[in-house]
């Protein structure tokens, strides 16, 4: 079956301006997961979703920072004010149930802030 | 939080050769998933493995979970093996905290 899809592949934008990022689970996956992969801090959590619940925000680097999904499928992370240390791989990952099961990733979204 | 080592950091080696990559973690986990992250950047999923071993093809891995290590054996490397390998974990403190990754190793396969 279709595996987890992210959209767009690429985003280029302006320092300050605002981006929307797209997150499509694998059908049935109740749980949701947001990471960046940048050069200086590597791999790291940002957010998670059990269905449409976040219990904690904690990972978001900044209040510029947020996340939402819907109809415990789709799901947007939202960078407002965007700056240069935003640039980075996000990446989106699902899994059937939360803890004590597979992770699958997406492909990402390439942000560059110029 | 959860601290998670890899090593070694870098390993180059011949097409053939076998390899041992280790992943050490601080705390009891329940999750532990190797990943093969391609040139292209996708993370592709080699194993989940909290505890007991696993074996896919030249590929297995062994997690002992009461000492806090985990290796990923390669066996008969080919050059599509090359790229980076991580260990992720999810600490079992209570709900689904996410992935803590280490930094990976980066494997190079030369003909």
């Known amino acids: 079956g279709a595996g987890v899809s992210q959209s767009p592949s690429n985003k280029v934008t302006e320092k300050g301006k605002d981006v929307e990022l797209r997150c499509d689970p694998i059908s049935g996956h109740t749980a949701l997961y947001w990471y960046r992969q940048s050069l200086g801090q590597g791999l790291e959590f940002l957010i998670y979703f059990q269905g449409n619940s976040a219990p904690d925000k904690s990972g978001l680097p900044s209040d510029r920072f947020s996340a939402e999904r819907t109809g415990g499928s789709v799901s947007t992370l939202t960078i407002q004010r965007t700056q240069q240390e935003d640039s980075a791989v996000y990446l989106c990952a699902s899994s059937s149930s939360g803890s004590w099961n597979s992770q699958y990733f997406g492909p990402g979204t390439r942000l560059t802030v110029l | 939080g959860i601290q998670v080592e890899q090593s070694p950091p870098d390993l180059i080696l011949q097409e053939g050769a076998n390899s041992t990559l280790r992943c050490n973690f601080s705390?009891?986990?329940?999750?532990l998933q190797w990943f093969h992250q391609n040139p292209w950047g996708q993370l592709i999923n080699l194993f989940y493995?909290?505890?007991g071993t696993k074996q896919n093809g030249r590929l297995s891995a062994t997690t002992v979970a009461t000492e806090r290590y985990s290796l990923l054996y390669i066996s008969s490397s080919q050059t599509t093996d090359s790229g980076v390998y991580f260990c992720?974990?999810?600490?079992?403190?209570?709900?689904?905290?996410?992935?803590?990754f280490g930094k990976g190793t980066h494997l190079i396969i030369q003909p």
């Open positions: 493995i909290p505890s």
């Open positions: 992720a974990v999810e600490d079992s403190g209570g709900g689904a905290d996410g992935l803590t």
């Open positions: 705390d009891s986990v329940n999750n």
